[in-house]
């Protein structure tokens, strides 16, 4: 995608006149720093959203894993086991980190994130899990078929699953709480 401060420096450069009478507070000097300004923000708020969504397409990618290989539906039992899975998957990190400190010593950054994550998502558990419906054969078929992309996520179908068993249908892309 062109951005458009090259558009703006083109339209610049093709005007008539001296190449030095772009003086600082000029009309086109200052359509210039906006255009650059903008493509900053753009790029900014693009990394913001790009991890904001690794959160949700990591999730996806380790359910895509749990997929069985017969692609048929999953039980509720099996749901929360596979829920239970992905909430357990830091463990051995966590326990690695605790492990390597030593006593009276402060908590790593890392491990303080993790821990952080790890009730956040043990929160989101009990108020409803955001996933693709794992009961569903047809969204089993799309999820395998998946190649990681965002955007190709909106066909399948969602779900929030909580701790208590109940099951509501959700969209696409998440909208935070249950």
Known sequence: MPSK????QKQVSKKKGAALALHENSRDALRLRSAVARDDRV???????EKMNDVYLNRI????????????PLTDAE???VIAKYLR??????????????PGRPKSTKQTLLEQ?????QKEYESGFWMPDMQSEATLTK???????WIALSPLGYVRVNKSGNKKESAF??????
């Open 5 to 8: 401060f090259a558009k703006v």
């Open 43 to 49: 790029a900014r708020l693009g990394a913001m959203r």
């Open 61 to 72: 990618v380790f359910l895509q894993d749990e997929i069985p290989d017969s692609l048929r």
């Open 79 to 81: 749901v929360h086991e």
């Open 89 to 102: 998957r830091e463990d051995e990190a966590m326990a690695a980190l605790k492990a390597e400190r030593r």
């Open 117 to 121: 994550q790890q009730d956040q998502e």
């Open 143 to 149: 999820l395998r078929n998946w190649k990681g992309e």
């Open 173 to 178: 892309p998440p909208k935070g709480a249950a």
